[in-house]
C-alpha cells in the first residue's frame, strides 16, 4: 500500500522557519523525484520545489527561491522542505508528491499539511 504522510505543518509568525517532512512507503523512493506543492484558498496548487531522483538536482519556484530548501533521505524514504523566512502569501496546505515518468507516469500524493504564516 502506497503512503505519503506529511507532517510538521504549524502555525508561524512571519520571518519564522518550520521544516516539513514527508515519509514514503509502499514504494521504490529512490527512484522517484519527489515533489512539494502547495494550494492557498481560493487558488491553484502550485508547484514549490523538486528533487531528483536518487538525489542532487533540485529546482525552486521563483517565490520560493532562496528561502526554501528541498532534500530528501533515501535511506529513511523521507523528503524533507526546510522553509525559512516564512511569509504570510506562504499560507498553503503543503503537498508532497512523488513522480516516475517512464513507459508510464506513476504519481503518488500525501494528504496535505496546513502552514499558517500569522502574527
Known amino acids: 500500500q502506497v503512503q505519503l504522510v506529511e507532517s510538521g505543518g504549524a502555525l508561524v509568525q512571519p520571518g519564522g522557519s518550520l521544516r516539513l517532512s514527508c515519509a514514503a512507503s509502499?514504494?521504490?523512493?529512490?527512484?522517484?523525484?519527489m515533489n512539494w506543492y502547495r494550494q492557498a484558498p481560493g487558488k491553484e496548487r502550485e508547484l514549490v520545489a523538486t528533487?531528483?531522483?536518487?538525489?542532487?538536482?533540485?529546482y525552486y519556484a521563483d517565490s520560493v527561491k532562496g528561502r526554501f530548501t528541498i532534500s530528501r533521505d533515501n535511506a529513511k524514504n523521507t523528503v524533507y522542505l526546510q522553509m525559512n523566512s516564512l511569509k504570510p502569501e506562504d499560507t498553503a496546505v503543503y503537498y508532497c508528491n512523488a513522480l516516475k515518468r517512464g513507459a508510464s507516469i506513476l504519481t503518488y500524493w500525501g494528504q496535505g499539511t496546513q502552514v499558517t504564516v500569522s502574527s
Open positions: 528533487i531528483a531522483a536518487p538525489g542532487g538536482s533540485t
Open positions: 509502499g514504494f521504490s523512493f529512490s527512484v522517484y523525484a
